[in-house]
């Protein structure tokens, strides 16, 4: 088969989700791309609306909460009325041709979307007969996405089966959904020996080791987390922070902890699975993916600052389910962690409802499907 996965640069989820696919698309022998969807209609676009997704997540989440929840309104309506689009379909039709083109060109036999812009996208092009392949979209997150009622793929793979109820709200046909589990890369469904993941990071058996990460746009407040987690902890006490894509998060942690020893600093990385492996807390913001990731680990979650709408519902299932506390300040992400890693119990009951929830081998599952079709 030659499958060609849609996915957009908002953060970095979506593209771990693809990643996580072709991943085992590649393993089966088949041909499978990842293609930026904004790109079709050039680069100079997709790159404006991902700079300007990004920078008002940072500095008006609030907003971002209620364009989201207004996207969720119109899609709605949209479901219980007919015959009226969102401005989101609206714009991401207008690059229609030239994804038509390519997936025609390339004789691609199924596209894969891995985030709303291309299903809308697809849809277009299904809607005026301009494609015959089938579509499916894979959800990165643990509630129905705004406006995903306006889309029409053949199959919907979703997080958890006690997510269907959201979908289901949002008028979507239940034949449609199948709860795969989001997918993870394959480095994230094992784990290594703690001693010996700790013994390649420098760390000693004895350590409390934290790991605090932001995201790979580095959202979200460390300073005052670690601080307070270094005020409340002890010799053997260990933060590693991970600041992502943030430089200036990195130069302000550097600075305000310069002469702390406890303190290991990390940018960018593609190791998160072997300081996942060597940590006894997370604290991270709610992403699907990341989250995702964690839960696959089998790691006590900590849930820190959730961007208003699919972050504040990734948090709500994870502590519904047991799966996680939640801190809405960084003061009290700090106490819940320390209280976390004192509380040998409390990590230990939150490790076994993970293994109770968890999906595994997602990505197989959503290939395999897709190879049966």
């Known amino acids: 088969m030659k499958i060609l996965i849609l996915s957009c640069n908002t953060g970095g989820g979506h593209n771990s989700a693809a990643k996580a696919i072709k991943e085992v698309f590649d393993e089966k022998g088949h041909t499978c791309n990842i293609m930026d ?6 680069q100079k676009a997709s790159d404006l609306v991902c700079d300007a997704y990004i ?14 929840k207004m996207g969720n309104k119109v899609g709605q309506f949209n479901q219980e009325k007919g015959g009226i689009r969102s401005p989101v379909y609206l714009v991401n039709k207008l690059y229609a041709d030239a994804l038509e083109e390519y997936i025609k060109q390339n004789n691609y036999d199924a596209v894969v979307c891995v985030h709303i812009f291309a299903a809308e996208a697809m849809t277009n092009l299904r809607k005026h007969g301009r494609v015959s392949i089938p579509f499916y979209f894979v959800a990165t997150d643990y509630y129905c996405s705004p406006m995903l009622e306006e889309t029409m793929p053949d199959k919907i793979f979703i997080a958890h089966k006690d997510s269907t109820f959201t979908y289901l709200n949002h008028g979507i046909k239940p034949e449609l959904l199948l709860p795969t589990g989001i997918p993870v ?48 902890g002890n010799d053997n006490t260990r933060v590693i922070a991970i600041t992502g894509h943030n430089e200036e998060l990195y130069k302000n942690l550097q600075a305000e902890f310069k002469n702390e020893t406890r303190l290991m600093l990390i940018g960018f990385t593609d190791k998160v699975s072997d300081y996942m492996d060597a940590s006894d807390v997370l604290l991270t913001k709610p992403g699907g993916l990341s989250s995702t990731e964690a839960l696959a680990k089998g790691i006590a979650i900590i849930h820190t600052a959730p961007i208003p709408g699919c972050e504040t519902e990734n948090t709500q299932f994870f502590t519904e389910h047991h799966l996680s506390l939640c801190a809405k300040q960084p003061e009290d992400a700090g106490r819940l962690a320390v209280a976390l890693m004192n509380e040998p119990f409390m990590r230990a009951q939150i490790l076994a409802a993970q293994e109770h929830f968890r999906c595994k081998d997602s990505a197989k599952h959503i290939v395999e499907f897709i190879e049966g079709r």
Do not use: C, H, W
């Open 185 to 232: 890369a394959k480095r994230f469904l094992t784990k290594k020996d703690k001693s010996q993941a700790r013994a390649q990071l420098g760390l000693n058996d004895s350590d409390q080791v934290f790991l605090l990460m932001s995201g790979s746009m580095g959202f979200g407040d460390l300073i005052d987390t670690t601080r307070y987690i270094f005020e409340n």
């Open 37 to 42: 969807v904004l790109a079709f209609g050039g």
């Open 55 to 68: 920078e008002m997540v940072k500095k008006a989440p609030q907003l971002f909460g209620k364009i989201y």
